[in-house]
């Protein structure tokens, strides 16, 4: 793995993040932690100290997975920045949809970050949380049953009442964030920074990602580019009604490990 953006700075000490060589887990934690969150963060339903990251990865073609899943698409280096991002994170945002289709269990402590969240006061794991409007979700399976952290529902005050009483049965916890039946993305990413979620971390679908985009409320997109050409139907990594003006992001990191290309961009303000 070797840095292409920013460009690299050498010291006698230490040896050139543009080198291609194997990077350790410290170091990639370095290159993607969470930034300080200043005041500008701060909007309407949602408080400052909370920073929304998504994690995808596409093909050369756009397609954000294939035969219905996203690890066809994936890679040795890119499996392990994901476990990095999810090492860094207090919670792993995700719908429901790519639950189901992704076969999603618990968040596994990993040896690395364990010390790291321990001495910052953290939990071994990030938390997962679950968003979904009907509750549709198989409240049996490991996920719920099985996590080293109580995994979170995020849903409406009006989800149905029976799938409420069925997924806290199951030691999951119900975090509302809407009114209605629905799911408000701006309320989400409040309602978790209200519980001491601040540094969150989406990994999609396209569609929750599209509603997270819709509101405004998408930071960073650390986006993986697989060297394929997939072809297909498949969906692209963000689907949703479009902007009424795209919105710009700056690159921030660029990385590339046998061919594939791991980018961060960050929201441009004004």
């Given amino acids: 793995m070797r840095r292409l953006f920013p460009l690299p ?7 050139s993040s543009g080198e291609d060589r194997e990077w350790g887990l410290d170091e990639l934690a370095d290159a993607y932690a969470y930034p300080d969150l200043p005041d500008l963060l701060a909007g309407p339903g949602r408080p400052a ?18 035969d219905g899943r996203s690890q066809q698409l994936s890679s040795a280096a890119d499996m392990r920045i ?18 189901r289709r992704e076969g999603y269990r618990p ?33 049996s399976l490991p996920l719920f049953t099985e996590p ?5 529902v995020v849903t409406g005050a009006q989800a149905p009442a029976d799938r409420l009483a069925a997924a806290r049965r199951a030691g999951a916890e119900v975090v509302l964030a809407g009114e209605g ?15 001491g ?18 509101a405004g409320v998408l930071d960073e997109l650390c986006l993986s580019l697989a ?13 949703g009604p479009a902007l009424v003006e795209p919105e710009r992001f700056t690159l921030f990191s660029v990385l590339e490990d046998a061919g594939f290309l791991f980018t961060s961009y960050r929201r441009k303000r004004q």
């Fill in 148 to 152: 080293l952290v109580p995994t979170l």
């Fill in 181 to 195: 039946a629905g799911v408000d993305p701006a309320r989400v990413v409040a309602a978790l920074a209200e519980r």
């Fill in 49 to 66: 100290a909370a920073w929304l990251r998504a994690n995808m990865v596409s093909s050369l073609d756009g397609a954000a997975h294939h």
């Fill in 107 to 139: 968040a596994r402590a990993r040896e690395a970050f364990v010390a790291r969240r321990a001495a910052q006061g953290r939990p071994p794991v990030a938390a997962i949380a679950v968003v979904s409007a009907s509750l549709d979700l198989d409240f």
């Fill in 9 to 15: 700075t050498e010291t006698p000490a230490e040896p």
């Fill in 82 to 99: 994901f476990g990095v991002l999810r090492g860094l994170a207090d919670a792993v945002v995700v719908g429901a949809e790519t639950v």
């Fill in 197 to 214: 979620l601040t540094r969150l971390l989406s990994e999609g679908g396209p569609k929750l990602l599209g509603q997270f985009a819709a």
């Fill in 227 to 239: 060297p394929l050409i997939a072809a297909g139907d498949a969906e692209r990594i963000v689907k």
